[in-house]
């Protein structure tokens, strides 16, 4: 036995026993081992929104017939809807049809995809402007922490993050209705709706943006400044240190590439945050997204309507986070 083994830092192989190295797996399987990872976490989560849907009292047959619609035309509405059918046929039938981009018919007899051609759309701008946004507020302010670490700056830029991933987004909403419209009139308090079914002024996008981006920006700096200090304590970056490199080249060149992973990770997972507060915030700007769509829906139990929003927003996460897998299995190889 090795020195080395007998100090107890590496652990021997028992006795009689012979060790052989994993084979590592072409980029190919551990691709398409993301993406069927992906796919049955959508599966999943479908079958328990219509599991969900399923235990709410009511259902759409009563919550959008008639008022004075006697127990018969209830039944009779309910066998139209198929509501008389056990949910797994229901969502058997769904599901099978999804491969073909059809996402059923709604309680109120319209197809979900024409429902959902103006405010996905909407949903997905006001998405993205605002995890353009946070990505770049975080990387900077993360980037600036770590360059002074236990400093008085890195210290605020902390306590500043934390506070704001810690304020909802309706009461961030609330405070921007009153600022920057109630008191300057600066900014429009609602959204109004051009006749092509989007906001009639980009204006209009402010105040929804930076309602969602300050608390996803205080949970990804958070992050970045995490991954950087967990690089910071490698042998290479502290060696980089000795060598008397500047901070910033340290920072740029040794740290940032290193963190990669965890950071595109951490910024994958606030996809989902945000698809969630933007339920919120359009609702509060009278934003013509997906949220008032999917309340209505709710109210209403029209689960291919629901199932067909949340199945366009998993899509979205899915796709985010399989790109942030393909980052990590790219940046760590096996090791991922």
């Known amino acids: 036995m090795s020195p080395l083994a007998k100090a107890g830092a590496v652990a021997a192989p028992p006795a009689g026993t012979a060790t052989t190295p994993r084979r590592p797996r072409h980029p190919a399987l551990r691709v398409a081992g993301a993406v069927g990872r992906r796919a049955l976490m959508l599966v999943v989560l479908l079958a328990v929104v219509f599991a969900a849907v399923e235990l709410l ?17 209830i039944a009779a509405r309910r066998h139209q809807l198929g509501l008389d059918r056990p949910v797994w046929e229901r969502f058997w039938d769904w599901m099978t049809a999804l491969p073909t981009g059809d996402l059923g018919t709604s309680a109120q007899g319209q197809k979900v995809t024409s429902l959902l051609a103006d405010p996905l759309p909407n949903t997905l701008v006001l998405g993205l402007s605002a995890f353009v946004l946070t990505t770049v507020l975080a990387l900077l302010l ?6 002074r670490p236990g400093r008085l700056t890195d210290r605020l830029i902390g306590h500043a993050a934390t506070a704001a991933f810690a304020v909802p987004e309706f009461v961030i909403s609330v405070v921007l209705l009153l600022v920057l419209s109630l008191w300057t009139g600066w900014l429009p308090a609602v959204t109004v709706t051009g006749s092509d079914g989007k906001p009639a002024d980009w204006t209009m996008l402010i105040m929804p943006v930076i309602a969602l981006v300050i ?17 910071a304590a490698t042998p290479h970056v502290e060696a980089a240190h000795l060598d008397g490199l500047p901070v910033h080249r340290v920072l740029l060149r040794h740290q940032l590439p290193g963190a990669v992973p965890a950071i595109a990770t951490g910024f994958a997972t606030s996809t989902g945050m945000l698809l969630g507060g933007a339920v919120v915030v359009e609702t509060l700007f009278n934003y013509p997204g997906i949220g008032n769509l999917l309340a209505g829906a709710v109210a209403s139990r029209d689960t291919p309507l629901i199932a067909g929003v949340v199945a366009c927003a998993g899509a979205v996460i899915s796709l985010v986070l399989l790109t942030a897998d393909l980052i990590r299995e790219a940046t760590l190889g096996e090791r991922a």
Do not use: F, K, M
């Open 57 to 73: 009292p009511g259902d759409a047959a009563s919550a959008t017939s008639e008022r004075g619609a006697t127990a018969a035309d």
């Open 215 to 231: 608390p996803q920006t205080g949970w990804n700096v958070r992050i970045v400044r995490g991954a950087l200090a967990d690089q």
């Open 142 to 147: 993360g980037c600036w922490a770590a360059a």
